[in-house]
């Protein structure tokens, strides 16, 4: 198979300056370095591409016989490793990124932005449901005024002094000597005398970004929605991290949700528990009817199927379960007071029929009592 032209695989013009040439390789390079996709066996392949034509056009002496000879102009076979140079794919790649492995003068270091992370509140109804919500999130974004240098405009970093620029320092201990991260730069391998007063040195200042978020039916608290890229951007040309979603549920009003399913309590008046009656009930879905029988008590459960969630991962909808409540009068007239009167005297009256929980929970009492006198 013929080989790519060097500047379509870096994605480059032909004039592209050597900075572009570099950073166009390290954005390829930490893209698809074979650490970073294991289960990708094509990117070590594209790794390898990016590194050959890197090699290339990184020096001058190959650019300019590749610009006026193509492919011919340089020794193909020697490609294999480094050219005339000798060394190995990772070797180049180490020539970019040389604060990941440790060596050479004045790196600096690349590496992947962080991860964030933000609450989002739902209603129910819309965790359910689902929707399409816009969030408004902080990030760490690039100065402008320095461009992520971090220098003041029309000024750079210079060489650190403590480690001469090669962001590590070594420190004998009896027969032995360590090396270190430099703790004047940091690793950096250079300092900044004139930081810039956007970002006070930085090179990131506070923005706000709108994004658009996807909420797919039936997520819950707890749930996170990944939104690759969005976190913070990378140092250095590395990649961006994620931003995370979690979702917070509200507390609703009227239903609590234990996971595929709903639980809501319904008062019911004592004329309606005692006759019997039929309620309209509410559900996410809308009102339906309820059929409440003769002689219901407090605490009685009615299953009304599939008015629950589906749930996010799959599976069926779930129920509503109604917890019936009897709800004792209040402020009641004379007139109704003395008709519960008379009620009261019928009933006790009518004995065990009427009251067999009532009955049968007084003799338990009496039955208790009894014990500890014997």
Not at 275 to 300: H, N, S
Request: with cysteine; hydrophobic share 35%; charged share 30%.
């Amino acid at each position: 198979m013929a080989k790519r032209d060097y500047y379509d695989v870096l994605g480059l013009a032909r004039d592209a300056a050597d900075a572009d040439v570099k950073k166009a390789y390290r954005r390829l390079a930490m893209k698809f370095h074979p650490d970073r996709n294991p289960e990708d066996p094509s990117a070590e392949a594209k790794f390898k591409e990016a590194s050959e034509a890197y090699e290339v056009l990184s020096d001058a002496t190959k650019k300019s016989a590749y610009d006026q000879f193509g492919h011919a102009g340089v020794d193909p076979n020697g490609m294999g490793a480094r050219g005339a140079g000798g060394g190995s794919f990772s070797d180049i790649f180490s020539d970019v990124f040389g604060d990941i492995f440790g060596g050479g003068g004045g790196r600096s270091s690349v590496a992947r932005g962080s991860d964030l992370r933000y609450t989002l509140e739902l209603e129910l109804e819309k965790a359910v449901g689902g929707d399409t919500v816009e969030i408004r999130v902080p990030v760490l974004a690039e100065c402008e005024e320095c461009d992520g240098s971090g220098a003041r405009k029309g000024t750079q970093a210079i060489p650190c002094t403590d480690c001469g620029g090669a962001g590590q320092i070594r420190v004998s201990q009896g027969f032995f000597s360590l090396q270190q991260t430099c703790p004047r730069c940091r690793g950096a391998g250079s300092v900044i005398k004139d930081p810039c007063r956007s970002c006070g040195g930085s090179g990131r200042v506070e923005r706000r970004k709108t994004l658009s978020v996807k909420i797919p039916p039936g997520v819950d608290t707890g749930d996170r929605i990944r939104l690759s890229g969005e976190g913070e951007p990378g140092h250095n040309g590395g990649p961006a991290g994620d931003l995370y979603v979690q979702v917070a549920v509200r507390e609703h009003k009227i239903f609590t949700r234990d996971g595929r399913d709903l639980f809501c309590e319904v008062p019911i008046s004592i004329a309606d528990a005692v006759l019997g009656g039929e309620l309209e009930v509410p559900t996410l879905a809308g009102r339906v009817k309820l059929k409440i029988p003769a002689e219901t008590q407090t605490g009685r459960m009615f299953r009304l199927r599939g008015k629950g969630v589906a749930p996010v991962r799959g599976g069926g909808t779930g129920d509503l379960l109604c917890r019936v409540v009897v709800e004792t009068p209040v402020k009641l007239t004379s007139e109704q007071k003395a008709m519960f009167e008379q009620l009261r005297t019928i009933l006790r009256a009518g004995g065990e029929a009427h009251s067999p929980k009532e009955t049968s929970w007084f003799k338990g009492v009496v039955d208790f009592f009894d014990g500890l006198k014997s």
